[in-house]
């Protein structure tokens, strides 16, 4: 935990799903310290392109990557198909924490922040990606490894009571 910086309740318990799924990574977490997109760094001072790595027509924001940029907005489209409930348009970051920590029949909370963590980590991977050595794989094959996380997560994590059911909801 030492190495994340939480802000609030909803992102703690955000982290403490990552760390009990067992697939937190550096990467993984929502404020990753030693990673900062360009926003905040150019607030601090330094010298740093602004645009979007990824998109190059929009700052660079946390909220911009993770909920607008068109590669999001790609595998939020992915991500809508399969799962069973309205998954609204987040206008910013602390509507997708009151989202992946609400629960309905159809989505529980644990598939929701099991969709998100494995989002936010996809994304931010592909624009490191991108910031350094200026490859991007295209969204609809990144999909398939969230994908694929979503299934062997869930599958990992089958014989726990909150985890028993949650196939059901994700289709595929
Ligand atoms: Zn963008």
Redesign the pocket.
Same mark, same amino acid.
């Given at each position: 935990m030492a190495n994340f910086i939480v802000t609030s309740e909803m992102e703690y318990r955000v982290v403490r799903f990552n760390v009990a799924a067992g697939t937190l990574s550096n990467l993984v977490c929502l404020r990753p310290r030693g990673y900062q997109p360009a926003d905040r760094l150019s607030s601090w001072g330094m010298q740093v392109p602004t645009a =979007?790595c990824?998109?190059s027509?929009?700052p660079?924001s946390r909220d911009?990557?993770m909920l607008s =940029?068109?590669?999001a907005l790609t595998l939020w489209s992915e991500i809508r198909r399969r799962l069973q409930c309205a998954v609204p348009a987040f206008s910013d970051w602390s509507d997708l924490i009151q989202w992946s920590c609400s629960s309905s029949p159809a989505a529980p909370m644990q598939l929701r922040m099991l969709v998100v963590q494995a989002l936010v980590y996809s994304v931010w991977r592909q624009r490191n990606n991108m910031f350094h050595n200026q490859l991007i794989t295209p969204p609809l094959v990144v999909f398939r490894d969230i994908n694929r996380h979503v299934i062997n997560t869930i599958n990992a994590f089958r014989t726990r009571k909150k985890f028993k059911d949650l196939m059901t909801f994700w289709l595929i």
């Open positions: =979007c990824i998109c027509t929009n660079e911009h990557l =940029c068109s590669f």
